[in-house]
């Protein structure tokens, strides 16, 4: 593989090939209901995705007879006539249901760009009313008017990450897609400017707060219903993940928090904050971790990342020669280091080296929700050139453990450090 050719690299996550998402149909429920009756749906509680039973790497897909208690009447139109109509565009009461988009493999083109051939796929919570972390507390409207979801005896609920790493790419892909749209619908029942509760729309990529269904004066309000409001649609948070190398191309910077499962390190990262470009957020990741001044920076590939909805951009950097670690600037890291390639290559080819148990997930998803701002940093890293406690690194379905594999065990490593 080409590290260059970035246009034809597909991470994990990404779809192989994806759906066509057909987003100018959302906003129309006769179009989206016109789906329903052949339609496969991916069925969530509590962002557990629904699978075989003993098989957790395959998702069980139900058709619409299995989910009619949730789905009801569909997608709403608005009252002909009706003065906000633009606010009632394929409203949506009751359960989350989101439009995932048409799988169109091996079907011949269609020559209505409406009505593409294939399978349609949505997103279902199947999560009961008033259960789960995002419940809106009271809700009796809402209780009454959601039917309930009975999952088929041969299937039951799996934990997200641990069952989604052993999907097939294309599954992981659909997951990757109706995971953060279902969690997103969840997490803001309440409009952000004025409190009230909001309903979903637009297929489900859309969430409006209930005054825009009212007159003119209810409309008022709030103004959420003037002009375009970014939380009204559903967000992605990018993080960046550096692959920093020495002045001399065969070490990596690698750095371990307290909470990861033991003898895990990998790549340094970090969210991408308002006013910067991914080069700027490694080095200032890289210097705020680690004190490390980085110098050139290139881009390596992306990812989404469905926990909850990240886009993960993954760059190589070169930082220069005679600089100290330092890992009291920051609380972030435990532990980090030049890892010689000899070594990284070592545990990312070990046959338990990327192997994680449901617990390690648990352990993982812990450590990224619950990082203590308040804890003191460490005074003193450990001696460089000591790598017998590096034993597990990511696996190749996270892009940190793309890059370190790219790097560490790829035919093209001398020409990616060249380009640095």
Partial sequence: MDVHANDTFINFYAGAPPLNRLSFVRSKADVLNAHLSRAKFLVFNEGKPLVHKGKISSPYLVDLPAVQALVGDGFLSPP?????????????????????????????????????????????????????????????????????????????????????????????????????????????????????????????????????????????????????????????????????????????????????????????????????????????EVLEEAGIVVGPVRYGSSQPWPYPANLMVGCYGRAPGGQTIRLDLDNELEDAQFFPRSVVARVASSKFGSKFTKDDYNQLDKAQEDRDINAPAMIDPRPMDKFDNFTKCPPATAIAGVLMRQWALGTHATHLVSSL
């Fill in 80 to 284: 002909e006539g009706a003065a906000n109509a633009k606010a009632e565009e394929a409203r949506r009461a009751g359960c989350i249901l989101v439009f995932l988009g048409v799988d169109e493999r091996g079907c011949p083109p269609g020559e209505d760009l409406l009505k593409p051939h294939g399978t349609p796929y949505f997103a279902i919570d199947a999560t009961p009313a008033g259960v789960g972390l995002y419940a809106v507390p009271g809700d009796a409207e809402d209780a009454a008017r959601q039917g309930t979801f009975s999952a088929p005896p041969d299937s039951e609920w799996a934990d997200a990450r641990m069952s989604a790493s052993l999907m097939d790419a294309w599954h992981a892909g659909l997951f990757a897609s109706g995971r953060p749209i279902v969690d997103w619908n969840a997490r803001n029942r309440y409009c952000p400017a004025c409190g009230r509760q909001t309903y979903s729309l637009w297929g489900g990529w859309k969430r409006s707060c209930v005054t825009a269904r009212g007159g003119p004066e209810e409309r008022k309000k709030c103004f959420s219903n003037t002009g375009l409001h970014n939380f009204a649609h559903p967000r992605t948070d990018p993080v960046i993940i550096m692959g920093i190398l020495d002045e001399t191309g065969d070490r990596m910077l690698l750095g371990r928090n307290k909470s990861w499962p033991k003898g895990m390190y990998s790549c340094l990262a970090g969210f991408i904050e308002p006013g910067e470009s991914f080069e700027e957020a490694v080095r200032r």
